[in-house]
């Protein structure tokens, strides 16, 4: 396993935007598969994006698809999400997520690391 810090998260204003970054530790990243997902006060856990272990492919949420970027440093070990256009319905904790790539996985229980959140607040 990996283990992950994540940074960025605060208040923005609706049309705002932030770029939230995952700190891994390990000198292995480069294998992993990595995941951001959201959690909203009284909902399940839900997928926003993941990318490759070279990152040159990504996946979306069809939610929010238009207004992310992941990308990710494999010298850093740092693997970054880019909002933009943010809304009140995006407020959640956001978890950044680790496993071995063996494909697009976004489901969250198929994650092995997990990182303690960063909490995300867009205001009206």
């Known amino acids: 396993q990996v283990q992950l810090i994540e940074s960025g998260g605060g208040l923005v204003q609706a049309g705002g935007s932030l770029r939230l970054s995952c700190a891994a530790s390990?000198?292995?990243?480069?294998?992993?598969?990595m995941g951001w997902f959201r959690q909203a006060p009284g909902k399940e856990r839900e997928f926003v994006a993941t990318i490759n272990w070279s990152g040159d492919r990504t996946y979306y949420a069809d939610s929010m698809k238009g207004r992310l970027t992941i990308s990710r440093d494999n010298v850093k070990n740092t693997v970054y999400l880019q909002m933009n256009g943010l809304a009140p319905e995006d407020t959640a904790v956001y978890y950044c997520?680790?496993?071995?790539?063996?494909?697009?996985?976004?489901?969250?229980?198929?994650?092995?690391?997990w990182g303690q959140g960063t909490q995300v607040t867009v205001s009206s």
């Open positions: 390990g000198r292995t990243f480069s294998v992993y598969r």
């Open positions: 997520a680790a496993r071995r790539d063996t494909g697009i996985v976004t489901t969250p229980h198929d994650y092995d690391s």
